[in-house]
């Protein structure tokens, strides 16, 4: 096991750093036309399918996020008209470019580095989106923005898994920064409907991501057959049953002879095995 956590953690941030590199690139280079958005539409999911294959994310997790998200693109900017895009009604990367941040969000929220720092992260992002939230209100009027924080924050305070919502918000929150200053969208100054004002971009948009996990997670969780549910617990009682077996001690204590121990472990490690196939036949 302490083999397979560096290398997780060193996939993770070539992952990252590849990312943080191609994504403004990506911004960068978007402009209309068929063929430049076929290119970087291509490129996004090329990229996408290049870190997804190798990840601990589920591959229907992220196809479920992206098709999500572009239901929630075509509801929200061309159904209600909270943005628009520059140089396309909706650029073909961004469908891709979904699939990129939810696996990201995902596979930060597994480091066992931030694990360990679940509570300290949460707190800090909690604490510096109040401070965007109270600065835009104050001095943008961004009043759909401090909405928006404020049910964010509520799901963040009640979210059993604190850092996918916390690191979630934190990238939205950049690529937005990022997205809007070159003018690759623009929110609307009103929201339409509703009349309240908003920033660009608005300061609580990570619920928008936050969201998207959330049904994402539900959407998968509800598609999971009971046989894989009950194969994991089932997994899970063989494994706890071999430690047990495994103990010497604790097998001496019961008058366990050591020949049967050797074939109690034998028999724990087949039907783990069996197990281990039921579960990947399924």
């Known amino acids: 096991m302490s083999r397979i956590i560096p290398a997780v953690q060193h996939r993770f941030l070539v992952f990252l750093a590849a990312a943080t590199l191609y994504i403004p690139a990506l911004l960068l280079t978007d402009s209309r036309g068929l063929a430049p958005q076929l290119a970087l539409g291509l490129a996004t999911a090329m990229f996408l399918y290049a ?13 479920a996020a992206i098709l999500i998200a572009t239901t929630g693109e075509v509801v929200l900017s061309l159904g209600w008209g909270l ?6 009604l909706i650029p073909l990367y961004v469908p891709f470019g979904h699939g990129v941040f939810y696996a990201l969000a995902a596979e930060s929220a597994q480091q066992p580095w931030l694990q360990q720092r679940a509570r300290s992260i949460t707190r800090g992002v909690l604490v510096a989106g109040t401070l965007i939230a109270a600065t835009g ?57 509703i009349g309240l ?14 969201l998207l996990d959330l049904i994402t997670v539900a959407v998968c969780a509800s598609l ?11 997994h899970a009682d063989v494994e706890r049953f071999r430690d047990h077996a495994a103990d010497g001690q604790v097998a001496e204590r019961l008058g366990v002879p050591g020949a049967e121990q050797v074939r109690v472990r034998e028999h724990a490690d087949v039907v783990l095995a069996q197990l281990i196939d039921d579960a990947e036949a399924v």
């Open 137 to 193: 209100f104050l001095f943008f009027h961004d009043q759909w923005g401090l909405l928006w924080w404020l049910l964010a924050a509520a799901l963040l305070i009640r979210s059993r898994n604190q850092l996918l919502l916390a690191t979630c918000f934190v990238y939205t929150i950049f690529l937005e920064w990022l997205g809007t200053a070159i003018g690759n969208w623009h929110w609307a100054a009103v929201v339409p409907g």
């Open 197 to 210: 004002r908003s920033a660009n971009p608005p300061s609580g948009v990570g619920i928008l991501y936050i």
């Open 51 to 63: 870190f997804a294959r190798g990840s601990s994310v589920a591959a229907h997790q992220i196809i």
């Open 224 to 234: 999971v057959p009971d046989t894989v549910l009950r194969l994991r617990d089932e």
């Open 83 to 88: 943005y628009t895009y520059h140089n396309a």
